[in-house]
């Protein structure tokens, strides 16, 4: 005979769930500054040629681009995860999990993006400057949007125990 499984229960834990996202924005803020790093640093060395010794490059961009650019994206990802933890815990007994999940891609984008864009519009920006706020805005949506698939998944289904 089999038994049946115990069906999940929604997650009212609203506390742990903002501590979570929090956490894991944090995480993916700094996974995604460093990739983010990364392919910039490629873009720069295709652009300037392969003349260099690319090992040294290569290396280079590996241990220092990304680490800095990792550290940026950590302090990125605390800063977006107070936002979206504040958002779990103001909005999700008043709007529910899934209009909270939609709304956590907006929202980090605004806290990333919207600055740049302001000051962009202010003192005009040179194209490189506005390539790297496009990436910017592709790795934050990236990241709202993980972000939100993860929180949903919590918020939605706990095992009962």
């Excluded at 490059?57 to 800095?68: D, E, Q, S, T, W």
């Excluded at 800063?79 to 999700?92: D, K």
């Excluded at 008043?94 to 939609?102: D, F, K, T």
Aim: with cysteine; net charge positive; glycine share 12%.
């Amino acid at each position: 005979m089999v038994e049946a499984a115990n069906p999940p229960v929604p997650n009212r834990d609203v506390g742990g769930l903002a501590l979570q996202v929090w956490a894991f924005a944090v995480v993916w803020g700094w996974a995604l500054g460093a990739a983010g790093a990364v392919v910039v640093g490629f873009a720069l060395l295709a652009a300037n040629g392969l003349d260099s010794d690319v090992f040294t490059a290569v290396l280079y961009l590996g241990v220092v681009v990304a680490g800095v650019g990792g550290a940026v994206g950590f302090a990125v990802g605390i800063v977006v995860g107070v936002a979206l933890a504040l958002l779990v815990a103001c909005g999700q007994r008043r709007l529910g999990p899934r209009i909270v999940a939609r709304l956590m891609p907006p929202v980090a984008l605004a806290i990333t993006t919207l600055p740049f864009v302001i000051v962009a519009a202010r003192v005009g920006a040179p194209a490189p400057a506005i390539g790297l706020l496009l990436l910017d805005a592709a790795f934050t949506a990236i990241g709202g949007l993980v972000v939100a698939r993860y929180y949903l998944r919590r918020a939605e289904t706990s095992p009962v125990h």
